[in-house]
């Protein structure tokens, strides 16, 4: 599995989590511990983060956390979140603003 942009290394529920950031500002959280998604067969769970460190739902990445990877697959996803348009945070704000607007709108 790739080395490459590994930020921290951390134990967690009898297991490991290997937290990756890129410069584009998105991160990723790769799990195997004994409550993640593929645990008992070996496999990694993967989760998108923000700039902050917190989940992110809203790439096109995924929506959820991604259970049941291999170390070819978590690559491939690794890869693919590097290669995400960076964050813009002030847009993305101006985005949600103008959404709630559109629902206030709506009711």
């Known amino acids: 599995m790739r080395i490459k942009n590994l930020s921290k290394i951390i134990t967690i529920h009898n297991g490991i989590s ?18 993640s998604y593929g645990n ?14 917190d989940l992110d739902y809203s790439t096109i990445i995924t929506d959820d956390v991604i259970g049941n ?3 070819k697959g978590v ?3 690794l890869n693919k979140i590097s290669k995400l348009k960076k964050i813009n945070a ?13 629902m206030r709108r709506q009711e």
């Open 18 to 35: 290997l937290i990756y950031k890129f410069k584009n500002k998105y991160g990723a959280s790769v799990v195997k511990h004994h409550f």
């Open 40 to 53: 008992k067969q070996g496999l990694w769970e993967l989760a998108v983060l923000d700039s902050k460190g």
């Open 69 to 71: 990877l291999s170390d």
């Open 75 to 77: 690559d491939e996803i």
């Open 90 to 102: 002030i847009k993305r704000m101006k985005e949600c603003k103008k959404g709630a607007r559109r």
